[in-house]
């Protein structure tokens, strides 16, 4: 069974930065691909960024040039630096692991709010 735990988040005015970090734990994490994605409250879950097991990255347009996603495999970590947030990047950030036998897997989400 995989776990995902995420952390980092916080409240930070616009402008200002954040480090968020996933730890999975009962993966073979190497292998994985990686996403973070973020559900503003009241709408639906987006794709913020992703990573492949090899480390080719894609970002949503709204974060390109602000946020990084990077992995650490030796620490079965993936990571998504924020810089330049903006109020409407407030929302919960989630990190997801693919599950080829079923639904995917979620950590439970850690909020990130940005005041103006």
């Known amino acids: 069974q995989v776990q995902l735990v995420e952390s980092g988040g916080g409240l930070v005015q616009a402008g200002g930065s954040l480090r968020l970090s996933c730890a999975a734990s009962?993966?073979?994490?190497?292998?994985?691909?990686m996403g973070w994605f973020r559900q503003p409250l009241g709408k639906q879950r987006e794709l913020v960024a992703g990573?492949?097991?090899?480390?080719?990255?894609h970002y949503a347009d709204f974060v390109k040039g602000r946020f990084t996603i990077s992995r650490d495999n030796a620490k079965n970590t993936v990571y998504l630096q924020m810089n330049s947030l903006k109020p409407e990047d407030t929302a919960v950030y989630y990190c997801?692991?693919?599950?080829?036998?079923?639904?995917?897997?979620w950590g439970q989400g850690t909020q990130v709010t940005v005041s103006s």
């Open positions: 997801r692991h693919p599950n080829p036998r079923g639904l995917d897997y």
């Open positions: 009962g993966s073979i994490f190497s292998l994985n691909g």
């Open positions: 990573i492949t097991s090899e480390g080719f990255t």
